[in-house]
C-alpha cells in the first residue's frame, strides 16, 4: 500500500534553528564588547523602523565622523566605536549574569535585572554626556503606525467622510467619531 500523504511534516520555513554554538558566540561578543569598552548603556526603545536605527548604529560604530565628536582627532582611534545588542534578552542576561555570583563583571546583575521588553545595551568609550546628549536630541519623523497617538488634532468635514465607504463606519465609531449612515 503507498505510503499516506497525510503523514508527513511539511517545514514553512527554510531558515535553520540557532545553534548552541550560535548562542555561545554571541555572549561571548557581547562579553568581548563590555571588555573592549569602559562603558554600559541600558536604553530602551518603541516604535524602531530599521533605517533610523542604523544611522544609530553607525553613530556609535564610528562610521558617522562628521556627527561623531570623538573621531576627529585621529583615524584609528577606536575610543569612538561602539556596540549595540538588540533582542535576545535572555542571552544579554546570560552574558551579563543574572546572580552576583556569576555576573560577568562587577554590577552587571543589576543590568539584567532590566532587560525586558524593548531594551538593548550600548557597549562604548563615549562618555555619559555625550551618550545622553545625543539620545536628548535624537528625534526622527516617520510616519505613524497602527495604534499610534496622533500629536495634532485631526478634523474631518462632513465631505471628506461620505467619501469614504459604509464598511470604513464601524472603524470611525471606534475611534470614536460621531458617525450616523442614512440611506
Known amino acids: 500500500m503507498p505510503k499516506s500523504r497525510r503523514a508527513q511534516i511539511v517545514v514553512l520555513t527554510k531558515t535553520a534553528k540557532k545553534t548552541r554554538e550560535h548562542k555561545t558566540k554571541?555572549?561571548?561578543?557581547?562579553?568581548?564588547?563590555?571588555?573592549?569598552?569602559?562603558?554600559?548603556?541600558?536604553?530602551?526603545?518603541?516604535?524602531?523602523?530599521?533605517?533610523?536605527?542604523?544611522?544609530?548604529?553607525?553613530?556609535?560604530?564610528?562610521?558617522?565622523?562628521?556627527?561623531?565628536?570623538?573621531?576627529?582627532?585621529?583615524?584609528?582611534?577606536?575610543?569612538?566605536?561602539?556596540?549595540?545588542?538588540?533582542?535576545?534578552?535572555?542571552?544579554?542576561?546570560?552574558?551579563?549574569?543574572?546572580?552576583?555570583?556569576?555576573?560577568?563583571?562587577?554590577?552587571?546583575?543589576?543590568?539584567?535585572?532590566?532587560?525586558?521588553?524593548s531594551v538593548g545595551i550600548l557597549c562604548t568609550n563615549q562618555s555619559a554626556s555625550d551618550v545622553e546628549e545625543y539620545f536628548a536630541t535624537l528625534a526622527v519623523e516617520d510616519f505613524a503606525r497602527a495604534g499610534a497617538t496622533s500629536p495634532r488634532a485631526v478634523v474631518l468635514t462632513k465631505e471628506q467622510v461620505e467619501t469614504h465607504p459604509v464598511s470604513m463606519m464601524e472603524q470611525f465609531r471606534k475611534l470614536g467619531m460621531p458617525v450616523e449612515v442614512k440611506n
Request: charged share 30%; aromatic share 8%; glycine share 6%.
Open 26 to 117: 554571541y555572549v561571548e561578543m557581547v562579553r568581548e564588547a563590555i571588555d573592549t569598552n569602559k562603558r554600559v548603556y541600558l536604553f530602551s526603545y518603541e516604535n524602531m523602523r530599521s533605517n533610523h536605527f542604523k544611522d544609530v548604529r553607525l553613530h556609535f560604530r564610528g562610521g558617522n565622523a562628521k556627527n561623531n565628536k570623538m573621531s576627529d582627532s585621529d583615524e584609528n582611534d577606536t575610543s569612538a566605536e561602539g556596540r549595540i545588542f538588540l533582542g535576545k534578552n535572555k542571552l544579554l542576561q546570560i552574558a551579563l549574569g543574572r546572580t552576583p555570583e556569576d555576573e560577568y563583571s562587577d554590577n552587571l546583575h543589576r543590568l539584567s535585572k532590566n532587560l525586558s521588553g
